[in-house]
């Protein structure tokens, strides 16, 4: 159900502006080593420790290629309800950077591994299709480090060769929420897959924006700029704004928008175009020679396929009917393979609503503050499990179990032996209840009448106060229900 | 004892395994002549007292049974070869010093050959005279005024003049075959895939190919037998077992088919090669084989699609030359005047001519134009080939359009020199293998070459038509030494 | 098709190769007449072929997924003319 309505647009002084986005994901496939040649891929080793000769294109160098990565890619397209293509082809991109040893990039050009697909998102006004207009292999450059001297740069070839997806998207975005939506549903779907593990800080995914405008009701596509290599969502998001506006500003005042390469400046929030042109992208593709087209096997594809982990928006279909959730719960469960593990894991043996409830709320509450993730929960699901099912049971009050999640932390206890040790269990007998409600409504003679003669509110003054005196264990329900009775 | 410097390869493995003569011996007695020949200026790299070590161990070791056991090889300056200085002819890479070996020279040494040293060649191996060469040019033993041909020049001097029993080389356009014909020695280009290209400096990857050179046809059997086979390192290698081309080697060619395409009859083709293809055509008939016409209509764009081709995948293959690895790097401001400082001081003119070349027919608007066309052309060139080999066994050709012509003559002509692998480069177009035979001497006693065009993978049977022709021509080396 | 300087000039741009007016128009006639000899092809009607892909009747062979090169930094850096103990050196690229 929609709640909301799309309202992304540039109030530029002459009237309302779309903005038009599309997005080249560069996603590191996970492997042990690298596309053409065997060194590892593992992020953080010392710089040039995990270069082979092939990787620093010595003379006489040749590539060959990691079926893996091949079929870490078939997977990925899969995931994106895309076309796998049966025959591709590796071409070379020639362009010179000390970062690119090679002189040129093996990358794919006109014949990629995989085609046109698809991905769906959960807007608040609706689910949105974005369209997947190719994916393909190519290989990843070195780091170059400009800012330690003052004259030199200092080259790193650890990366150069890493295996990428480039993950092209159809102009279908409309806004940095959307963009938002996408990249952390891409990234989802390979986490899911085991294909690329998603890191942004450790450049694992990062991105190439392309924006532009047009007026709202306008046909034809702007002319678009690409701001290139920003490596947080955050960034995208600023960067898509200052963009956006910037180009508004440009044609309301009777200017053009340069068709430029552009970069996200971090410090300052705005983009700028990059100095050094590289030859108007003159890369000059042509197939590799060291190579063969690469030609799959149907069997293989069809393996791959049957073989897939089950993906988020199937999971998300599976929780909503199988667990009652509601979409938006839904969501949150799956976003992360992990999480959706931790939760199945919860409810094998107590209530599912509790569970999402604790889940989404209380533990993301504590990860989000101690900047963790499920994998590193202070509480195991096997814990948080025996202290919901001490709530169904009755056996602890809501409010007292939220004390006990706080003291498992330290060490993942075990909730029932915190109860135990600390005598928490909640107090649900009525005559004891009784006993405490009597005392406590003969200490307050006065407020009873006060209540008696209309003041409501005071009721809740009671149950403060058989808490206080029960220390927090005496069963609400029953407090309540037995108050009720006795101030009739 | 007979004259060690003389002796074919299989002669000298055999002379050593008898123990005629020792290792040492044989590579003493090729060193002394190495180092008498300089004028010739085929070696980059001398490697004398390695080799000599290598000599002297090899003797006082237990014999080991290779195919080239106790043999002292000189290879191409292409070659990566590991600890010694490997420069492709080329400034940009004249202080670079491998840490790793080429596959193909490490079959050679597994089979008991050591490095002699490191021979001329043109600059990247382009080029059919060897005058493009940061080292200077190549002189031919058959002349002081004669290049020696291209771009294995180095290797073809220095074997005619006996200064490395056997070598190898590599074979673009032309490259083995051409000076192998301007040198009187046998060369052979094997079919793409047959030989690793790993460590080899590329030139254009989908034409390159290491080959064996020879003084006569059944060393070349013996020496292709060592360095072939499949190599996992490369993707364009082809997993096809290596015959026994040495054992298998026989004359006994009755009634295979030879092709005499029509087209290779050229405009203005000098009467001497005509005659010597009607030779080469005798002997064979009288070999037993038979002769037939065929036809190879596409043969006159050949040149064309191949000077398209093999400039643009070097002018990506050499982009890696940029001063940041290795090589030679010049003074710079910033990263791009250093790159182009280095590349236009480390190259010579005719690896600029195709880079550029290059760079032109694959930017942007002229790919479909060029390259892609070219590749078309390429397709129609094989289907020619893959055609005539339906009727025939074999086709038989000239190797080069004339003798060994004069230093200077062509090296300000690019096109006229390009016009020197006319009747070689369509093979290497179409990846077949081919052989250079010396069949026989000009007016001026310049030796002349017959090519022999295979089905892929069938070396055999162009090494056998070869044995056939060579036993014919019975050619006696008719050198006068000038060089010493 | 002819090459002008200005092409040249463009090409050796791309191509990374510094040349000097001379250079450039010598190099201006030798393209020239390397292209015109090229252009041959244009004579020979390709329309109804494919282009050539691989001059090897064979698949791609592929490698698994197994590290079995790197931690060879002392050889890698070995030939640079430029490099201090981790990296290789360059000038720096003007932004």
């Known amino acids: 159900m929609a709640e909301k309505k799309f309202d992304y647009f540039i109030n530029g002084e002459k009237g309302k502006w779309e903005v038009i986005i599309?997005?080249?994901?560069?996603?590191?496939?996970?492997?042990?080593?690298?596309?053409?040649?065997?060194?590892?891929?593992?992020?953080?080793?010392?710089?040039?420790?995990?270069?082979?000769?092939v990787d620093s294109a010595f003379p006489g160098m040749l590539p060959?290629?990691?079926?893996y990565c091949v079929e870490q890619s078939i997977k990925t397209g899969l995931g994106l309800n895309a076309k796998i293509n049966l025959i591709s082809v590796f071409d070379r991109k020639n362009y010179f950077y000390a970062d690119l040893p090679q002189g040129y990039q093996i990358s794919q050009y006109k014949n990629p591994i995989v085609g046109e697909g698809e991905v769906i998102l959960d807007m608040p006004y609706g689910t949105k299709k974005i369209g997947i207009e190719r994916l393909h292999l190519e290989q990843d450059a070195g780091k170059s480090i400009h800012d330690?001297?003052?004259?030199?740069?200092?080259?790193?070839?650890?990366?150069?060769?890493?295996?990428?997806?480039?993950?092209?998207?159809?102009?279908d975005l409309r806004s940095p929420e959307e963009v938002n939506s996408y990249v952390k549903k891409l990234r989802s779907i390979m986490r899911y897959l085991g294909t690329c593990d998603g890191n942004m800080q450790e450049g694992s995914l990062r991105a190439d924006v392309n924006v532009s405008v047009r007026k709202i009701g306008d046909k034809n596509f702007g002319t678009r700029c690409e701001i290139k290599n920003v490596n947080s969502i955050r960034f995208m998001q600023m960067a898509i704004d200052y963009e956006a506006k910037r180009q508004v500003e440009l044609l309301e005042s009777g200017k053009k928008v340069d068709q430029e390469t552009r970069l996200f400046d971090t410090k300052k929030n705005t983009t700028r175009s990059m100095r050094s042109k590289e030859d108007a992208h003159d890369y000059r593709y042509f197939p590799d020679p060291d190579l063969l087209p690469l030609k799959l096997e149907q069997n293989l594809v069809n393996k791959i396929k049957k073989d897939l982990p089950e993906l988020p928006d199937q999971k998300k279909e599976r929780f909503i009917k199988n667990y009652n959730l509601s979409a938006y719960e839904a969501n949150i469960l799956v976003s992360e393979k992990e999480i959706s593990e931790y939760y199945e894991e919860v409810i094998k043996e107590c209530d599912k609503k509790l569970a999402t409830n604790w889940i989404t709320?209380?533990?993301?509450?504590?990860?989000?503050?101690?900047?963790?993730?499920?994998?590193?929960?202070?509480?195991?699901?096997?814990?948080?499990?025996?202290?919901?099912?001490?709530?169904?049971?009755?056996?602890?009050?809501?409010?007292?179990?939220?004390?006990?999640?706080?003291?498992?932390?330290?060490?993942?206890?075990?909730?029932?032996?915190?109860?135990?040790?600390?005598?928490?269990?909640?107090?649900?007998?009525?005559?004891?209840?009784?006993?405490?409600v009597n005392n406590v409504l003969s200490k307050n003679q006065d407020k009873v009448t006060q209540y008696k003669s209309g003041k409501e509110k005071l009721f809740g003054y009671f149950v403060g106060e058989v808490m206080k005196v029960s220390k927090g264990k005496a069963n609400p329900q029953l407090v309540n229900q037995i108050l009720k009775n006795k101030l009739k | 004892m007979s004259n060690i410097l003389e002796l074919s390869l299989k002669k000298i493995v055999n002379g050593i395994k008898k123990k005629d003569f020792t290792s040492e011996e044989v590579t003493k007695t090729f060193i002394d002549n190495s180092i008498k020949s300089k004028k010739l200026n085929t070696y980059i790299t001398e490697c004398f007292d390695d080799a000599l070590k290598n000599a002297k161990n090899f003797d006082k070791k237990k014999y080991q049974d290779g195919l080239l056991s106790g043999v002292p090889i000189a290879v191409k300056d292409l070659f990566c070869t590991k600890n010694v200085k490997t420069t492709a002819g080329s400034k940009i890479l004249h202080n670079f010093i491998p840490t790793y070996e080429s596959t193909v020279t490490n079959n050679l040494w597994s089979q008991g050959a050591f490095l002699l040293g490191k021979l001329n060649c043109d600059e990247f191996a382009m080029g059919s005279s060897n005058e493009t060469s940061f080292f200077g040019n190549v002189i031919n033993p058959y002349g002081q005024e004669l290049v020696p041909g291209g771009s294995s020049g180095g290797s073809a001097s220095a074997l005619a003049a006996d200064l490395t029993p056997v070598t190898i080389g590599t074979d673009t356009g032309g490259s083995i075959r051409q000076p192998a014909s301007f040198t009187g020695t046998v060369g052979l280009k094997p079919?793409?895939?047959?030989?690793?290209?790993?460590?080899?400096?590329?030139?254009?990857?989908?034409?390159?190919?290491?080959g064996p050179m020879t003084k006569n046809v059944e060393d070349c059997a013996l020496l292709l037998q060592a360095m072939s086979g499949y190599d996992s390192k490369d993707s364009t290698s082809v997993d096809i077992k290596v015959d026994n081309y040495s054992s298998n080697l026989t004359e006994k060619v009755k009634g295979l088919k030879i092709g005499i395409p029509k087209e290779y009859r050229v405009e203005n083709m000098p009467t001497e090669i005509n005659d010597l293809w009607k030779k080469g055509i005798d002997y064979l008939r009288d070999a037993g084989a038979i002769i037939k016409d065929i036809s190879l209509p596409h043969t006159m764009y050949a040149l064309p699609a191949y000077y398209i081709v093999a400039p643009a995948e070097a002018s990506s293959n050499l982009a890696r030359y940029d001063g940041v690895k290795y090589g030679h790097r010049a003074k710079g401001k910033n990263l791009i005047e250093m790159y182009e400082n280095t590349r236009s001081e480390g190259f010579g003119d005719e690896v600029k001519r195709r880079i550029l070349i290059g760079t032109y027919v694959l930017s942007s608007g002229y790919y479909d134009a060029y390259y892609l066309k070219a590749q078309k052309v390429r397709k129609l060139i094989k289907f020619d080939f893959d055609n005539a080999f339906k009727d025939v066994d074999a086709i038989l050709t000239p190797s080069t359009p004339s003798s060994a012509f004069k230093i200077g003559d062509k090296i300000n002509d690019p096109v006229s020199m390009y016009l020197n692998d006319i009747f070689t480069v369509p093979v290497n177009l179409s990846g077949l293998p081919a052989i250079s035979v010396p069949a026989g001497y000009d007016k001026n006693n310049l030796p002349l070459g017959l090519q022999l065009v295979g089905k892929a993978f069938d070396e055999q049977t162009i090494l056998n038509l070869s044995l056939a022709i060579e036993k014919r021509a019975n050619l006696k080396k008719n050198l006068k030494v000038w060089w010493t | 098709m002819s090459i002008d300087k200005d092409t040249v000039k463009h090409i050796s741009k791309l191509a990374r190769i510094s040349l000097n007016e001379k250079k450039v128009d010598s190099l201006s006639k030798d393209l020239t007449s390397i292209m015109k000899f090229i252009e041959k092809l244009n004579k020979l009607n390709t329309d109804k072929t494919t282009p050539l892909t691989s001059i090897i009747n064979a698949s791609l062979k592929s490698r698994k997924d197994e590290i079995k090169d790197g931690k060879i930094r002392d050889q890698i850096l070995k030939n640079s003319p430029d490099k201090n103990e981790e990296f290789f050196v360059v000038p720096k690229v003007v932004e």
């Not at chain 1, 330690?148 to 990366?159: P, Q, Y």
């Open chain 1, 22 to 53: 599309g997005l080249e994901v560069h996603a590191q496939v996970q492997s042990k080593s690298k596309l053409f040649s065997s060194s590892s891929t593992k992020f953080g080793a010392e710089p040039n420790t995990q270069v082979s000769l």
């Open chain 1, 148 to 171: 330690i001297d003052h004259e030199n740069s200092f080259v790193d070839l650890n990366r150069s060769g890493v295996a990428l997806m480039e993950i092209v998207s159809k102009p």
């Open chain 2, 191 to 210: 079919t793409y895939g047959r030989c690793s290209r790993w460590g080899i400096v590329a030139f254009a990857s989908s034409l390159d190919q290491a």
């Open chain 1, 361 to 436: 709320v209380e533990l993301f509450a504590v990860l989000n503050k101690n900047n963790l993730n499920i994998l590193q929960s202070p509480v195991s699901a096997k814990n948080l499990s025996s202290l919901i099912k001490m709530i169904s049971s009755g056996k602890i009050s809501g409010k007292i179990a939220k004390d006990v999640f706080e003291k498992m932390q330290g060490g993942d206890k075990d909730p029932e032996m915190i109860v135990k040790k600390e005598g928490l269990t909640q107090q649900s007998d009525p005559k004891k209840l009784e006993e405490i």
């Open chain 1, 64 to 67: 060959v290629i990691n079926q």
